[in-house]
């Protein structure tokens, strides 16, 4: 048994537009394991080495060095390390009004929950900079959502390329939206 686990549960809350929930890393033992189960708000992995399995939506996910993975309030998910090269990882859990809305930009939802980020040290480092600020005072509590933030951001912009043609398809279906609303109106 050579595993590690810490982590921080936040119990003040009282940033609503974007709050962390709880931070931490973990070394995992062989064949460690959390679920079946489900989270009350979106809680984000980031895998530092090793490797192990996600179950999310009746899907299975290989993942490994590099790789994200996100579960989203009530969807039911299982993950565990891998029995001879067990992973090991930083996460951060978090909600907010604001959570959905960047989300989505960085491509990651409850239908796609998985994204490659292999070489990117400054995801880890954001991520344990959130862990290292924890503490229950309001200082403590703006500055991880603060770092949240900046977390959020460094995905957003590995996906602007991708996001560029989201906002092209968005464009589309409003148009459309706007035809078929429209299409039997009165004409002047």
Same mark, same amino acid.
């Given at each position: ?19 962390v929930y709880n931070t931490g890393y973990q070394k995992c033992d062989g ?34 060095? +590099?790789? /994200?993975? $996100? ?13 001879? !090269?067990?992973?090991e990882y930083v996460w951060v859990g978090f909600n907010g009004t604001e ?20 070489g990117r040290d400054d995801i880890r480092q954001t991520l344990m900079d ?15 959502? +603060?770092? /949240?933030? $900046? ?13 560029? !043609? ?23």
């Amino acid at each position: 048994m050579s595993g590690y686990k810490y982590s921080y549960k936040d119990t003040l809350k009282e940033n609503m537009g974007l709050a962390v929930y709880n931070t931490g890393y973990q070394k995992c033992d062989g064949r460690y394991a959390w679920g079946p189960g489900q989270r009350d708000h979106y809680l984000m992995h980031y895998i530092v080495s090793g490797k192990g399995e996600f179950l999310c939506g009746g899907q299975s996910h290989a993942l490994g060095e +590099g790789d /994200l993975f $996100l579960i989203c309030p009530s969807r039911l998910v299982t993950y565990t390390a891998d029995e001879e !090269d067990p992973w090991e990882y930083v996460w951060v859990g978090f909600n907010g009004t604001e959570a959905r809305r960047l989300l989505n930009l960085t491509g990651l939802s409850e239908t796609s929950p998985v994204l490659h980020a292999s070489g990117r040290d400054d995801i880890r480092q954001t991520l344990m900079d959130i862990y290292n600020t924890r503490g229950n005072t309001p200082s403590a509590d703006t500055e991880m959502a +603060g770092r /949240l933030y $900046l977390f959020l951001s460094r995905l957003i912009h590995m996906q602007e390329g991708r996001r560029n !043609d989201w906002a092209h398809q968005d464009y589309m279906e409003q148009a459309l939206r706007y035809i078929q609303y429209n299409y039997a109106g009165v004409l002047s």
